[in-house]
């Protein structure tokens, strides 16, 4: 619908609504709200007003720009520009506002990890809430298909779910979706590395050197690309491994966890009983 007597934003600009189910609300991610906005000079959205406090607002805040600057305050003021994104938590006081033309399409979403999405997205930008998409994220093309949706009223919860579940993805792993092949095989050396490695000592440097990078760079770039420290890449992997060997050998605890790459069957029984939840002794015995 077109957007009535909201300061600062043009006639031409639209916003839906749209109120998710019981199911939705449980078990999938969800719009409250979504628009394709033109604005002048004179867009100040402050949180607060009126519609600051309704349900549909109270959520997350997904910007995508498509021309000129806007201005996020939240904790510090950021600038987004073209073809940038800013990521708000509009349960925290926030303001919205441009200083000239500009335009953007924007989706409020919730869900059962959307807070756990946020805050792992922000820290790993170190709190900055504007930046970059992805290259190969498609964050602009899957936002015009949310509001696309919702103007004809043609998708369906699980269609809506699965593109912002992609665009969080994207945003939280933006060196996978990227098409950063050199990086990326640097990722994938490092993981066959570890694997042909695993039962010797492996330090961060060690893993890093074999690939070519500085420690600090190669962690920022597994993380970003995995998920996992390569700290706790390594431990999980060796847990794994131990598990298939618990299951499949009769070898001993100690002589596992020497198998693995623990150097004190001590260490490996606390680190394995605080991943799985259960001692290696009680592991095996439960899967036999």
């Not at 009535?4 to 609300?25: C, D, I, K």
């Not at 970059?132 to 015009?144: L, R, S, T």
């Not at 050199?182 to 993981?191: G, H, K, L, S």
């Amino acid at each position: 619908m077109k957007v009535l007597n909201e300061a600062g934003v043009l006639a031409r600009s639209e916003r839906f609504f749209s109120t998710p189910s019981a199911t939705a609300r449980g078990l999938f991610f969800y719009v409250t709200r979504v628009g394709h906005y033109y604005y002048d000079e004179k867009y100040n959205f402050l949180d607060s007003c009126d519609v600051a406090h309704q349900e549909s607002h109270k959520n997350f805040y997904l910007a995508y720009i498509r021309s000129g600057t806007m201005y996020f305050e939240t904790t510090q003021v950021f600038t987004a520009e073209r073809g940038q994104v800013a990521l708000i938590d509009c349960h925290k006081p926030h303001r919205f506002f441009t200083a000239g033309p500009a335009e953007s399409m924007w989706i409020h979403f919730d869900g059962a990890n959307a807070a756990a999405f946020f805050n792992q997205i922000i820290a790993f930008r170190s709190g900055r809430q504007t930046f970059d998409p992805p290259a190969g994220g498609h964050i602009e093309q899957e936002m015009a298909q949310i509001i696309s949706g919702l103007r004809s009223a043609s998708m369906s919860e699980v269609d809506c779910s699965q593109r912002i579940y992609h665009i969080l993805c994207s945003l939280l792993f933006p060196t996978a979706q990227s098409g950063q092949t050199t990086e990326n095989d640097a990722i994938a050396r490092a993981i066959r590395f570890i694997g042909a490695h695993l039962f010797e000592q492996l330090s961060v440097k060690r893993v890093a050197d074999a690939v070519n990078l500085s420690p600090s760079h190669f962690s920022r770039l597994f993380r970003s690309t995995t998920g996992f420290s390569p700290h706790e890449y390594i431990m999980l992997h060796r847990i794994d491994e131990a598990k298939a060997l618990l299951q499949s050998t009769g070898l001993s605890v100690k002589e596992i966890a020497f198998r693995v790459g623990y150097r004190s069957e001590v260490n490996f029984i606390t680190a394995f009983t605080e991943k799985t939840g259960s001692s290696p002794t009680q592991f095996r015995k439960n899967t036999l």
